[in-house]
């Protein structure tokens, strides 16, 4: 089954300190891989998306992620957190075999601290 | 970029009733919309993908008769929770994919703010 998984429910980092929330997927084929960030009843922000090219893909907000198809994985990254980047980070893939939907991961809360 | 207005924000209302919640797309035409359900500090379930003019796709295991979902412009879905009860109560995220740059799934997900509905 296609899915994305992320292991953490929870991420404490604190502020300057580099930052990384963790995201392993499993589709066939080709993956599109993106990720989004939620605030306090707000609706998803996109951050980035991985499409195909390059594996290191700069987004908002100072935020990158790494695919790495090895490993199957798209970590989410920032060299120094902040404290407005305390939010809920979704991983979202791409359901392959032309249904065109996003499917998400459990989401992770990453908390930075003063 | 890509603007999805969602209304109302927040609607609290009486078991039994009925909730309309609009979706709208308010720079680009949305041949597609995505109903999605959040339960608190939990993830996105997908429910239904709305289609204008024609009925929405329902994942399984969504109450098509209890989700009504109407797409009837290129513009505007609407999600109907119908009689209502207290575990309908959760916030209802619409999202639409804008398809100027061309069709394709790699376009980005654009999401309304969210509706939280309560059920007393």
Known sequence: AQSVAQPEDQVNVAEGNPLTVKC????????????????????????????????????????????NKS???????????????????FCAV????????LIFGAGTRLAVHP | GAVVSQHPSRV?????????????SLDFQATTMFWYRQFPKQSLMLMATSNEGSKAT????????????????LTLSTLTVTSAHPEDS????????????????ANVLTFGAGSRLTVL
Do not use: M
């Open chain 1, 24 to 67: 392993t997927y499993s589709v066939s084929g080709n993956p599109y891989l993106f990720w989004y960030v939620q605030y306090p009843n707000r609706g998803l922000q996109f951050l980035l998306k991985y499409i195909t090219g390059d594996n290191l893909v700069k987004g908002s907000y100072g935020f990158e992620a790494e695919f």
């Open chain 1, 71 to 89: 490993q199957t994985s798209f970590h989410l990254k920032k060299p120094s957190a902040l404290v407005s980047d305390s939010a809920l980070y």
């Open chain 1, 94 to 101: 791409l359901l392959s075999g032309g249904y065109n939907k």
């Open chain 2, 12 to 24: 609290i209302c009486k078991s039994g009733t009925s909730v309309k919640i609009e979706c709208r």
């Open chain 2, 58 to 73: 329902y994942e399984q295991g969504v109450e098509k008769d209890k989700f009504l979902i109407n797409h009837a412009s």
């Open chain 2, 90 to 105: 959760s916030f209802y995220i619409c999202s639409a994919r804008d398809l100027r740059g061309g069709s394709s799934g």
